[in-house]
């Protein structure tokens, strides 16, 4: 079984991220995505997180009625920050059966030569990158390499900042969010205070 693992802080989960993740699944040989929800990421301020118990709740309470997609808290148990190709090697081992993949935007793809250990993590998984508004360029080591494959998924457009901003603003964004995700931000207070 090949799984997608599509990390981000999912702070908060939206739309976006469901429409890739699904299209994912459906248009391509992943079987399974998993939401891989991370703690604390070496690129960001972990103040402005959610804490990570609701991050994954609102995971779990989007993809609830999708078979094929799943909530994973994996990164929680690991040392900070969190690193991919630690991840990876962890999950590799915990789940020798599965074959797992890393999914991308195209944005990620451009910055991936600054990754740690980005050539082990080429070596031993494959890389699913789906397009970004604005055509990133991408490093020429990765323009036609084997293990990374263009997934034709939707330009999405949503940000979680947006979102964020949104709210805080008194904005109604319920379109951008899955409706139990909604209700769970709106019931909890979430990005409501400066």
């Known amino acids: 079984m090949k799984i997608g693992l599509y990390f981000g802080t999912f702070n908060p989960v939206h739309v976006g991220h469901l429409i890739i993740a699904n299209h994912m699944v459906e248009f391509s040989d992943i079987d399974e995505v998993w939401f891989v929800v991370t703690p604390q990421s070496p690129h960001k301020k972990k103040q402005s997180l ?3 118990h609701h991050r994954y709740q609102l995971v779990y309470l989007a993809v609830e009625d999708y078979p094929k997609l ?8 690991l040392p900070q920050p969190n690193y991919t190709v630690h991840t990876l090697a962890y999950i590799a081992e915990k789940y020798p059966q599965k074959e797992f993949c890393l999914i991308m935007g195209e944005d990620n793809l ?3 030569h600054k990754w740690k250990n980005f050539e082990t993590i080429l070596e031993h998984h494959h890389l699913y990158v789906y ?9 020429n080591q990765f323009r036609d390499h084997a293990k990374i494959h263009r997934v034709a998924a939707p330009v999405i457009q949503i ?3 947006h979102i964020r901003n949104s709210i805080k603003h008194h904005k109604n964004v319920q379109a951008l969010l899955p ?3 909604w209700k769970y931000i709106d019931e909890m207070h979430f990005y409501k205070s400066p």
Request: glycine residues 6%.
């Open 50 to 52: 959610l804490d990570n």
């Open 70 to 77: 799943r909530p994973s808290d994996i990164e929680f148990k």
């Open 110 to 112: 451009k910055t991936f």
């Open 131 to 139: 397009p970004r508004m604005g055509g990133e360029k991408v490093n």
């Open 159 to 161: 940000s979680a900042t």
């Open 179 to 181: 409706k139990e995700v």
